[in-house]
């Protein structure tokens, strides 16, 4: 009788250890079988995917100095640290 529960423990254990692999890599295994699928599909033809290779590869690029948070150029200057003072040698 011990034999049958460990059997049931283990086949169970890789169920519930196949089910965890599935949710967590879901987005990863669903392109995978989605790129398998179009490879076994006689009819699917790479050079009909809408790939436009001329198209920016980030279509909405941020302002050019949003890294600025004041607009006026002298309010940033005067909030900076003033410079270090040199220390003289003797």
């Known amino acids: 009788m011990g034999a049958i529960t460990s059997a049931v423990i283990a086949i169970a254990g890789v169920i519930v250890g196949w089910i965890t692999i599935e949710f967590a890599c879901k987005p990863c295994l669903d392109k995978g079988r989605e790129a ?36 006026d150029p002298d309010a940033a200057a005067s909030s900076a640290a003033p410079p270090p003072e040199e220390i003289k040698a003797v």
């Open 36 to 71: 398998i699928d179009r490879s076994l599909n006689p009819d699917y033809d790479p050079d009909d995917d809408v790939n436009d290779v001329r198209a920016p590869l980030n279509p909405n690029p941020p302002p050019p100095h949003a890294h600025i948070l004041h607009s």
